[in-house]
């Protein structure tokens, strides 16, 4: 839970670090809903089970991954010149 | 160090145009450890450009390097071959970092990735703050170790303006008074007196207002004995 962290502050860290990735992805052309975080602590498996259902709704919703259907190769030649 | 952050993606991808092979290239140094042009930023802008480029059904190729120091020449001879087989070049260097490029490279088309900000220093985990303006005649020695020129808002050399309130400035109530400071710390090392002694006028013509300016230190150059 927020503040409730093992490593202390470290989901609400993680928390401004999804907002970022938020942000970045519909300037990237993809849907920021299809990242998100829950707080949940490892004792809530009914919480667990709702957020894992939430999300597969909400992705299957939005549809399939639209990279992976693209006709464009993605090229990663990062070697290459 | 040199503070800068990166320019929207937006922006970036105006400026790249209808490239087909785009060479990002990060910094090793400033805009390394404030985030906005290293190693893996480089890597993330790469990648981010790969995939708007393939969601918007465009066919281009973005790799990315990183070079210890975008500012000088010799490190930047090192990827001397892959500039020449990019389109464009979208520095995450420092404005030097890109000039460097665009000079090392002459048929090269280098873009930045960045908007240089300022001369300064992380106060604290994602905060940066300017401290240092350049003006190329330091006057630290007189006001304790805090600059009147970076800190102050009107740049005064004899004590704050009219309108400091409160040990805040005018122009933004979240900057502090740089004369504040300066006098807080003055009075907390007993040095007060160092403000009774009235400053000339500043000469501006060591800073911007000389024109592009340029140090050369003869002790240091080499080859054949110079006039």
């Known amino acids: ?81 | 160090m040199i503070v800068a952050q990166q320019k929207p993606l937006e922006e970036i991808k105006t400026l790249i145009g209808d490239a087909r092979k785009v060479l990002v290239v990060g910094c090793g140094t400033c805009v390394t450890v404030c985030f906005a042009g290293g190693g893996r930023q480089a890597a993330i802008m790469a990648a981010s450009l790969r995939i708007a480029s393939r969601m918007e059904g465009y066919e281009r190729t973005v790799t990315d390097v990183t070079v210890h120091r975008q500012c000088e020449w010799e490190y930047l001879d090192e990827i001397a071959e892959r500039v020449a087989g990019a389109d464009v070049v979208l520095s995450l260097g420092c404005g030097v970092g890109v000039q460097a490029m665009a000079e090392r490279f002459p048929n090269a088309w280098v873009v930045p990735g960045l908007n240089t900000g300022f001369l300064g220093l992380p106060t604290e985990h994602g905060v940066w703050a300017e401290r240092c303006a350049a003006c190329g005649n330091c006057v630290l020695g007189l006001t304790g170790g805090i600059c009147p020129i970076a800190r102050c808002s009107k740049s005064l050399l004899n004590g704050p303006c009219g309108h400091s309130k409160d040990g805040h400035c005018e122009v933004d109530k979240d900057i502090p008074c740089g004369w504040q400071l300066i006098y807080d710390r003055l009075s907390s090392m007993g040095k007060l007196e160092r403000l009774l002694e009235v400053q000339p006028p500043m000469n501006w013509r060591a800073s911007r207002n000389g024109g592009p300016r340029k140090i050369v230190r003869k002790d240091l150059r080499i080859g054949p004995e110079e006039e």
């Open chain 1, 1 to 81: 839970m927020p503040g409730g962290c093992h490593y202390l502050e470290g989901n609400t860290n993680a928390l401004r670090r999804v907002k970022s990735i938020q942000e970045l992805l519909p300037q990237i052309g993809l849907e920021p809903e299809r990242v998100r975080m829950f707080h949940m602590s490892a004792a809530m498996a009914n919480e667990f089970v709702a957020a894992a259902t939430e999300m597969v709704r909400q992705v299957s919703a939005l549809g399939p991954n639209p990279l992976r259907i693209s006709p464009v190769c993605l090229t990663d030649n990062r070697r290459g010149g």
